[in-house]
């Protein structure tokens, strides 16, 4: 891998600088990844308080919003006041329903429609949606001309470079989107499907995509810390890039990219962070199912920290919001935490 550096060489802009997806402006160069089950409005708010410039949803199921779904209109397109501009990602394989889903996104308040052709989830897959879209380009075409045509926003796909090792279908299909379909940006996650979340990314290949679109290509994969992030755009010479597991549980990543911070955040800080997700949670979900859905977000934040396993334990099986935010304070403020 080559050697890290600070700056990106050549005439590669600062990550600070802004850009453009589409006309809709963007503050700076580094985004947060979409991530499903995870993404929300406020794990989106939170990235956007460390610096990112955008910020791209969970995905969204566009059959979902097609059929009217409550949880889906309510909890998955809420979007925050302060979180603007930002991208809401559709999946699916109907246009039909890809464009009245685009339709109502736009209406909820996105800025840009992100359409998924890169999960890899045979769950999704057989479907004929995500990754599988790589085997079927006409519709993947078909899609995001729909995804245009009903929300009227630039829209961008985020894609696979292929499915199986070898294999450059998602590099072609890249090409044909923005070609053919008007498609105003490509999040490249080069790697095969059938890698899945592993493995080196192919950044020559991102960078040969970048080279041949006359749009914005946003790398992805392999972004775990900040110096792989700017590794990762230098090798690429991405215009973008987009954090995703190196932004679990922390945030920070945002700040040290975008010049605000690089000391490690204090013991209290990291807490105090965790907190703040914690009661965004309960204001979305409510106490009970905060408490569940919270269980995944506390191995993210006690990762920062030097804590006992006993007590990492409690606060990983507690489903009671209560229980957890005694435990968050103990390891705040340095007290014992199991009686
Ligand atoms: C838990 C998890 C959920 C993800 N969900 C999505 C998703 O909803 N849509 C998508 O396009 N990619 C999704 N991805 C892929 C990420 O956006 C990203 O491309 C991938 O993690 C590679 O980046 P990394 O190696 O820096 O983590 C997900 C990845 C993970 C680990």
Redesign the pocket.
Known sequence: MAEVSAKPTGDQPALTEPFEIGGVEISNRVLL???????NWFVRLQAKRFGAGLA?S??VSSFGLHYGNEKTMKELLRIHPDEHPVSI?L?GQSPEAMESAARIAAQAGADLI?I?M??PVPKVRKTGAGAQLLSDPELALDLARAAREGSGLPVTV?IRSGLMPGDRSGFDLSVRLVEEAGVAGV?F?P?VAKQG?KGQ?DYAMARELGETIDVPMII?????SAA?ARNAYEQSGATAV?????SLGYPWVFAELTGQEVVPPSREAVMDELAWVMERAEEHLGEERAGRYLRKFYPWYLDQLDVPKIVRNELCQTAGLRRAREIVAEIRNGEPVVA
């Open positions: 990844a979409p991530l499903a089950s995870i993404g791209v969970e995905m990602q999946f992100d998924n890169g999960c985020k999040g996650h790697r979340h990314p992805s994969g392999g972004l775990s792989a987009m954090i995703a597991r190196g």
